[in-house]
């Protein structure tokens, strides 16, 4: 069975139709319940620690980015036999 990790990369301006396009195209609704975790340093970049948190899912990270936290490592996904899917 293979694995695939969805990635969904957003603008840094919040509410910019172009990130809604992006989370609109993710379909969270049809994955939701196999979602493994966020990112902590990009939910925190956002403003989104709070309700990154609120969800329930882990808020994880592997790698420090100074003044931002730690983010996941896609690499780590990689080299552990996962294909990406980014939107």
Do not use: Q
């Amino acid at each position: 069975m293979s694995k695939t990790a969805i990635v969904l990369f957003s603008d840094p301006k919040g509410g910019s139709e172009e990130a809604l396009g992006r989370a609109f195209n993710a379909l969270f609704r049809a994955v939701r319940d196999k979602v493994a975790g966020v990112c902590g340093g990009c939910a925190a970049a956002f403003g989104a620690a709070d309700g990154a948190r609120a969800t329930g899912l882990p808020v994880t990270g592997e790698l420090a980015i100074p003044g931002v936290g730690k983010v996941i490592s896609l690499g780590d996904y990689l080299a552990r036999g996962y294909r990406l899917v980014n939107f």
